[in-house]
């Protein structure tokens, strides 16, 4: 019943700058923190930034002072603005869904939107 859909990636070159965006519906009572994450093939999928639901925000130091993640929790909605882009940036990026729950949190994924950064 939940659905998490990224939009917003797509071709640029080093140096270029995009925004991400997250949307998250369905039936959703509480989260916890919404987040992005970068797959590459043969890779396993790694903490890109993420936002708690009371602002706290974490980011992989590869990205740190190019990358900013902001949104709406009570929205369900996050974005993610990419700046200074990369070509080790380039992957598939895949938003995150965490809700609260018992015992613990339970996370609900996007599809992911293909980021490419060209040299």
């Known amino acids: 019943q939940v659905q998490v859909l990224e939009s917003g990636g797509g071709l640029v070159q080093a140096g270029g700058s995009l925004r991400l965006s997250c949307a998250a519906s369905?039936?959703?009572?509480?989260?916890?923190?919404m987040g992005w994450y970068r797959q590459v093939p043969g890779n396993q999928r790694e903490l890109v930034a993420a936002?708690?639901?009371?602002?706290?925000?974490n980011y992989a130091d590869s990205v740190k002072g190019r990358f900013t993640i902001s949104g709406d929790i009570a929205k369900n909605t996050v974005y993610l603005q990419m700046a200074n882009l990369k070509p080790e940036d380039t992957g598939v990026y895949y938003c995150?869904?965490?809700?609260?729950?018992?015992?613990?949190?339970?996370?609900?994924w996007g599809r992911g939107t293909r980021v490419t950064v060209s040299s």
């Open positions: 995150k869904l965490a809700v609260n729950g018992l015992p613990s949190t339970y996370d609900y």
């Open positions: 369905g039936s959703i009572f509480s989260i916890n923190a």
């Open positions: 936002i708690s639901s009371v602002g706290s925000t």
